[in-house]
């Protein structure tokens, strides 16, 4: 979103922004726009999630642990669109960014009611349920992935990649040394990163756990483990040479995937594309519960084009050192690797920002002329 809004001022430095999200993601949020520019006010909107998970019944959905809090939901998405109606009639933008999830239907509807222009952009190779109601009534919608995994109509859909920020780009190999000394690391030993997100991954976290002593007699492992589980691996790991635990890493994450000689990760859309932007070789090991199974769908948007390793929990779980004999399988396979990279930058969209950004300024030109 940053890098949309970074690009929109070049266009035109007198654009306002906004940003609205809801309140669990509201610091993070706050955080990352007061590096850029911290007068954008971030501000909150009420809003729920419709529970869906991949491959469930529909009497799983019975369960009072889910039936609940859906329906507890409906009730947060209608305060949000009552209170999205009541901010727009106090200030009216020229057109409604939506970068899908949950926390964007009740606006996009406001948004619809005030016949405010809405551009989509759809990250994942799969279109979430927001993005998918919202999209008859966007003016234009930018797609993560090529548009053969989309149904929107081509005449308002585009392939523009997902915006990253300028720093994950190849570098060179000199610079990758550099990288792994600041880092800690032996520069001249390969360096194992995994990674599952802000708040991790546990499947994957204790396979690197319980295979540590095999990796570290062939690599050097950074595990960046999110924060839930933590404290629970820091209390059950020592420190040793070629050996790091952080829970995140809130700058310079750029550097920290392009030292690595290998990523393991989740298959998030953004980090995805932030490691095809790297020609980064990468495992992906997707999460197959999430809604409507779409890291899997995302997943396979790179396995169709061998640009990168799918590992399933599956295979994870029947053995503690499946993850780790992959790693090593592919360390000692020079040429696998660089076509790995090579495949997986060929997704990578340089220009993914300033093309979304002209997408969002060709509809408030439209917008002022029909005024």
């Not at 009534?137 to 149904?151: D, H, M, R």
């Not at 060929?346 to 997408?359: G, I, L, N, W």
Request: charged share 25%.
């Amino acid at each position: 979103m940053v890098a949309v809004c970074r690009e929109l001022r070049e266009l035109d430095a007198s654009h306002e922004f906004r940003f609205w999200c809801d309140n669990k993601f509201g610091p993070s949020a706050r955080s990352i726009f007061g590096k850029y520019d911290k007068t954008i006010p971030v501000e909150y909107i009420f809003a729920g999630k419709f529970r869906r998970y991949h491959g469930a019944s529909k009497w799983h959905y019975l369960q009072p642990s889910i039936l609940f809090p859906n329906v507890r939901d409906l009730f947060l998405v209608a305060g949000g669109f009552f209170q999205s109606v009541w901010r727009f009639l106090h200030w009216r933008p020229d057109v409604v960014f939506i970068k899908g999830g949950y926390v964007c239907l009740p606006v996009g509807y406001a948004a619809r009611l005030f016949k405010i222009p809405i551009v989509l952009h759809d990250s994942d190779a799969h279109p979430g349920l927001t993005n998918r109601l919202l999209s008859p009534f966007a003016s234009q919608i930018g797609t993560g992935a090529p548009l053969e995994y989309y149904n929107y109509p081509p005449e308002k859909a585009k392939y523009v990649g997902i915006p990253v920020a300028p720093e994950f780009r190849p570098y060179s190999k000199a610079e990758r040394r550099g990288f792994k000394r600041d880092l800690g690391f032996d520069e001249d030993r390969p360096l194992v990163v995994v990674t599952g997100g802000g708040l991790g991954a546990v499947r994957l976290n204790n396979a690197v756990i319980e295979a540590r002593e095999v990796l570290l007699e062939e690599t050097s492992v950074f595990l960046i483990s999110g924060t839930q589980q933590y404290d629970e691996l820091k209390a059950h790991t020592d420190e040793r040479a070629g050996w790091r635990l952080e829970a995140f890493i809130s700058q310079g994450m750029a550097q920290v995937l392009a030292a690595a000689d290998i990523v393991v990760a989740r298959a998030g859309a953004t980090t995805l594309l932030e490691l095809a932007a790297l020609h980064k070789p990468t495992i992906i090991v997707p999460n197959a519960m999430l809604t409507a199974g779409h890291q899997l769908k995302n997943a396979k948007v790179y396995q169709d084009k061998l640009a990168a390793i799918i590992m399933t929990e599956e295979e994870i779980a029947k053995s503690k050192l499946a993850l780790a004999h992959k790693i090593t399988q592919l360390l000692s396979a020079p040429k696998i690797l660089e076509d790995l990279g090579k495949n997986f930058g060929t997704f990578a969209r340089p220009h993914a920002a300033k093309d979304m950004a002209q997408m969002i300024t060709t509809v408030i030109r439209r917008q002022g002329r029909r005024k």
